[in-house]
Structure formats: C-alpha cells, structure tokens
C-alpha cells in the first residue's frame, strides 16, 4: 500500500481528498449502479472509514438514488467536472466506496474478488 494519508481528486483538480488510515478491503463491483455511474463494466471500489476520508479542497456535490438492493445510497462528486469521488450509505454506515480511479496514485490498488457479479457484462 502506498504511505499515508491517501490522496487523490477529481479530473478538473477542483476537488480534493485525504484518507488518513488503511483501506478496509479493495474490490471490483460489477453491479448496475456502478455499471451506469461509471459508464464502464465495472467500479474499482476502495472500502475507507468514512471518520478517516475528508476533502481537503472543494465542497462536493451530493446526489442520492435507490441501490439494486432497494437501500438509499448517496454519492459525493465534483459538481464542475463530474467526476464520481465517494458512494456511501443514507443513513451512514461508516464506511465510503471510493473509486479507485481517483487516487492519484493507483500503482498499489489490487482488488481482492468481484461483487455483484450477477449483473457482470459478458
């Protein structure tokens, strides 16, 4: 793993994080939701404690929708560019699904299985 704090942003640089402890677990989620947030097959999510995340440039934008499970999600993302920063849950589950995607430096991010593979592309 790289040192910490984890640092990372969105693709305009408007908006910027910090993740002051380790991972939990690092996976790709195949589901619907990710699929179309994402407009790709999948999401390289990096489960961080929600207490440990913050933004240290920017204030996020915040959209919320019903997940394939039928559980209230929100999402935290750059209003300027987009970019699709934390997935959590309403209410909080202490926990963030970061896109990998979005560390700048993604050298040590190595999944450990798939999820929802059900709705994997073929």
Same mark, same amino acid.
């Given at each position: 793993?790289? +040192?910490?704090?984890?640092?990372?942003?969105?693709?305009?640089?408007?908006? /910027?994080?910090?993740? +002051?402890?380790?991972?939990?677990?690092?996976?790709?989620?195949?589901?619907?939701?990710? %699929?179309?947030?994402?407009?790709?097959?999948?999401?390289?999510?990096?489960? $961080?404690?929600?207490?440990?995340? *913050?933004?240290?440039?920017?204030?996020?934008? /915040?959209?919320?929708?019903?997940?394939?499970?039928?559980?209230? *999600?929100?999402?935290?993302?750059?209003?300027?560019?987009?970019? *699709?920063?934390?997935?959590?849950? $309403?209410?909080?589950?202490? $926990?963030? +699904?970061? /896109?990998?995607?979005?560390?700048?430096?993604?050298?040590? $991010? %190595?999944?450990?299985?798939?999820?929802?593979? /059900? +709705?994997? %592309?073929?």
């Amino acid at each position: 793993m790289a +040192s910490l704090p984890l640092v990372g942003g969105c693709m305009c640089g408007a908006l /910027r994080y910090e993740v +002051s402890a380790a991972p939990v677990m690092i996976y790709n989620c195949h589901c619907t939701n990710c %699929q179309k947030i994402s407009g790709s097959a999948f999401n390289v999510s990096v489960i $961080v404690a929600e207490a440990a995340f *913050r933004f240290t440039a920017g204030s996020p934008a /915040r959209v919320e929708w019903v997940s394939d499970k039928g559980s209230t *999600r929100c999402g935290l993302f750059c209003g300027a560019c987009g970019t *699709r920063i934390v997935n959590g849950g $309403v209410p909080s589950t202490g $926990v963030y +699904s970061l /896109r990998g995607g979005t560390l700048d430096d993604t050298t040590w $991010v %190595q999944p450990v299985g798939d999820t929802y593979t /059900r +709705s994997a %592309q073929p």
